[in-house]
């Protein structure tokens, strides 16, 4: 059975510095895809980045990135020059072939001016 | 394209009640997915459908139950409210190929009394 563990409840950035969020996963499949969802307070959830296991390279959208260690099955969050509308609960996710998608229980970002 | 919709947004209801909920997924999607999410548990998958067939289930009682039109609408059903049934209920839609990102509803707050 797929799982995915994100050990940090909540954590805090100041405003335009750096935080990185954790995700460890775990899966028998050899294809799959990660994810990392952001809730903001009473918004929908939205999609801040997909990852293909296949694919070797870390993928970035603007100021987020990866950091996808496969062998260690990790699937890190990094926010540079952090803002305050990237407050939100982060979730990260799994999904390979079973049209099931396994998310984490969520961190909670807080950004301080 | 409108993105997918949920009615009703709130609910209150009462032990032993039965109560249903409504998602419209994005125009062109036939995956719907259901998710259970409450503090501290994440989101906990309830089952997906897609071209009126369930694909796959989570592991929730059978007091849980869903369905999908053949305008891809779904609907899900939970008779016999207990209190831990307290959530925010989500959906999310695909177009129905493994892998693909998820798009979220506003959801559906469930507060049983």
């Known amino acids: 059975a797929q799982t995915v563990t994100q050990s940090q409840p909540e954590m805090s950035v100041q405003e335009a510095e750096t935080v990185t969020l954790s995700c460890t996963y775990d899966?028998?499949?050899?294809?799959?895809?990660l994810f990392w969802y952001k809730q903001p307070p009473s918004r929908q959830m939205i999609l801040v980045i997909r990852?293909?296991?296949?694919?070797?390279q870390n993928a970035t959208e603007n100021r987020f990135s990866v950091n996808f260690q496969k062998a260690a099955k990790s699937f890190s969050l990094k926010i540079s020059d952090s803002q305050l509308g990237d407050a939100a609960m982060y979730f990260c996710?799994?999904?390979?072939?079973?049209?099931?998608?396994?998310f984490g229980t969520g961190t909670r970002l807080k950004v301080l001016a | 394209k409108a993105g997918v919709t949920q009615t009703p947004r709130y609910l209150i209801k009462t032990r032993g009640q039965q109560v249903t909920l409504s998602c419209s997924p994005i125009?062109?999607?036939?995956?719907v997915s259901w998710y259970q999410q409450t503090p501290g548990q994440g989101l906990q998958f309830l089952f997906e459908?897609?071209?009126?067939?369930?694909?796959n289930k989570g592991n929730f009682p059978g007091r849980f139950s869903g369905r999908q039109f053949s305008n891809s609408r779904s609907e899900m059903n939970v008779s016999t409210l207990e209190l831990g049934d307290s959530a925010l209920y989500l959906c999310?839609?695909?177009?129905?190929?493994?892998?693909?990102?998820?798009?979220f509803g506003p959801g559906t707050r469930l507060l049983v009394l």
């Open positions: 999310a839609s695909t177009l129905g190929r493994d892998g693909e990102t998820q798009y």
């Open positions: 899966t028998s499949e050899s294809d799959y895809y």
């Open positions: 990852q293909e296991a296949y694919k070797q």
């Open positions: 996710a799994c999904t390979s072939g079973t049209y099931k998608y396994i």
């Open positions: 125009s062109g999607h036939r995956s």
């Open positions: 459908y897609f071209s009126e067939t369930q694909r």
